[in-house]
């Protein structure tokens, strides 16, 4: 091919938060039971004519819409019209459009609070910054940008003044639970919904909810358009078909590990595959448990252990059943296998982790900072690797 050829070659899209590519939803089903507290999607997102090219352990990014009934009680709350104009650095915009895609809402601004604190000497923001960091974290768990506002009723900041207060709504990046090799033209996305319910305490009767969870639960059907660009994560990526792999996915993270099965199903090679899984109960919220029990017979899943933690007197979790299965796991580490984590940072990861240092240090017959080494040695040589939120 020639260079004016290549010239004249249309370029592939550089989709991004600026320029975000509108993919339309073709699936968007709840995988537990209706009966569970704890609800999670899949989505089925249509990509055939972005150009987007994504690989098994990467993430997308998706612009979320803050909720329409939220939007309209801030504005109530302000007592303006919907269409107000607010002029800030970013031109002229109407506030419902900015309160709706520009700005979040749906948690607590750290900077509002401060100005409540030292602008409007309001008590319990005052209380709240002196204390300490988990009292605020606890009361900020669940509540919003109204919540705020209310903590001085008589208060009414202009639209510009408000949105000055406020961070810009980011992108919720989420991994990709599907393989471009299985699931050509489309990409799959496992999400949580994040709901609070209302509380006594709040006194409002009013649920809240985050802004991008709630967003794809309750306002995406099948149909509409998301917007959406990729987040590559090259330090999470499958290793040659020939190679063992271990993955521990308890909850939502076992969605990287849906894409690195369906894309080992595709091609051949004769390393193994061993998920450990984690949910609170088999009916109820085992995720795409029919495919899990589909690839564990038809062999692509070499090892499936799942630990249900409500189902038995005393919890038990992944890291229990790698305890059980210590000797064979160390054995598969020994020989060369890749580990991967993927979910909770705040208390998952690090229980894995423990218990990966006692497995290395029992059966590598080694003290408990030999064990630490090794692990720091199997994270250098990226045969480590976490994906942790």
């Given amino acids: 091919m020639s260079a004016a050829e290549k010239s004249r070659e249309p370029r592939k899209p550089r989709w991004s938060r600026r320029n975000p590519y509108p993919a339309r939803v073709v699936e968007n089903q709840l995988l537990t039971s209706p009966d569970t507290d704890k609800q999670v999607r899949h989505l089925v997102l249509d990509i055939a004519d972005s150009g987007l090219e994504y690989q098994p352990g990467d993430g997308v990014s998706v612009l979320p819409v803050n ?5 309209a009680r801030i504005i109530g709350r302000l007592g303006v019209p919907a269409d107000t104009e607010i002029v800030d650095r970013k031109g002229r915009r109407r506030f419902d459009q900015v309160l709706s895609t520009g700005v979040e809402i ?7 609070l401060n ?3 030292t602008a409007l000497e309001n008590p319990t923001a005052q209380r709240l910054l002196a204390g300490e960091r988990a009292e605020l974290e606890a009361w900020s768990r669940g509540r919003d940008v109204l919540d705020l506002l209310n903590l001085e009723p008589d208060w009414t900041p202009t639209p510009e003044a408000l ?8 992108a919720r990046t989420y991994s990709i639970s599907s393989s471009p090799s299985a699931h050509p033209g489309t990409l799959h996305l496992t999400p949580a919904t994040v709901r609070h319910p209302a509380t006594d305490e709040w006194g409002d009767g009013r649920d809240r909810g985050g802004a991008a969870s709630t967003y794809l639960a309750d306002r995406v059907s099948a149909g509409d358009t998301v ?21 521990i996915g308890p909850g939502t993270g076992i969605a990287p590990f849906r894409g690195f099965l369906h894309q080992r199903a595709q ?4 390393g193994r595959n061993w998920l450990f899984h984690g949910a609170r109960h088999r009916d109820h919220d085992f995720l795409y448990r029919e495919e899990m029990r589909r690839f564990d017979a038809e062999g692509t899943l070499d090892r499936l252990d799942v630990a249900f933690s409500r189902e038995q007197d005393q919890k038990v979790y992944v890291q229990h059943l790698m305890d059980g299965h210590g000797e064979e796991l160390y054995h598969w580490l020994r020989d060369g296998a890749v580990l991967y984590v993927c979910g909770d940072a705040d208390s998952m990861a690090g229980e894995v982790d423990a218990a990966l240092a006692r497995i290395v240090a029992k059966y590598g017959d080694m003290d408990v900072a030999a064990a630490a080494e090794r692990l720091a040695e199997l994270r250098e040589q990226g045969r480590y690797l976490r994906d942790v939120y």
């Fill in 163 to 170: 949105i000055a207060e406020l961070r810009p709504l980011v």
């Fill in 227 to 247: 917007g959406i660009y990729l987040s590559p994560n090259k330090s999470f990526r499958l290793p040659e078909p020939d190679t063992d792999i271990i993955m």
């Fill in 67 to 71: 909720d329409p009934g939220l939007v």
């Fill in 115 to 117: 100005h409540l604190a």
């Fill in 106 to 112: 749906t948690s607590v601004s750290a900077y509002l």
């Fill in 267 to 270: 091609e051949p090679g004769a």
